[in-house]
C-alpha cells in the first residue's frame, strides 16, 4: 500500500485494520518520510519484520505508542523529526529486537517513555540531538537499562 507524504489519525487506523488491528506482527511497514499529524499505534504489537518511521516529521500532533509491544524485527525512526509534537511511548515494553532513534531530531516536543518497560533488545539514541525524551532517566554517565544507548550529551556528568 502507498501512503501520502502526510497521513492522519483515520489513515494510521486504517493501516493497522487487518488481520489485527494492532499487530504488525511479522509485516513489514513502510513510514518512511510521512508527516503524521496525529495517530494512534496504542497496544500494537511490533515483533518481526521491519518497520520504518524513517525520516518521519511528528510535528504539531500528538501520536500515542502508549502500551506498544516491541519485540524482534526492527523498528527504526532513524532520521525521524519530533518537533511541537507530543508522542507517548508511555507503558511501552521493549524486550527484544531493535528500536532505533539514531540521528532523529527532538526539538521543542514531549516524547515520553515513562514506565517503558526496557527487558532486552536494544534501543538506540545515538547521534540523536535535542532535549532528552522523558522516562529514559541515566544514573551518573549510564542509562538506566541494558540495550539502551544515548549520546554522550544526554548523559549527566558524575559529580
Known sequence: MALSTR???VTCRWVWEAPDPRSGDGHDLDFTGVAFDGGDFTGAVFSGGMVRFSGAVFSGSTVHFVGAAFSSGT???TGAAFSGSTVHFVGAAFSSGTVSFTGA???????SFVNAVFSGGTLDFSAADGAMPSGLAVSGT???????ILPQAWLRPTP
Open 7 to 9: 497521513t492522519s489519525d
Open 75 to 77: 523498528v527504526s525512526f
Open 105 to 111: 531530531v527532538f526539538s521543542d516536543s514531549r516524547v
Open 142 to 148: 549510564q542509562p538506566h537499562a541494558t540495550g539502551l
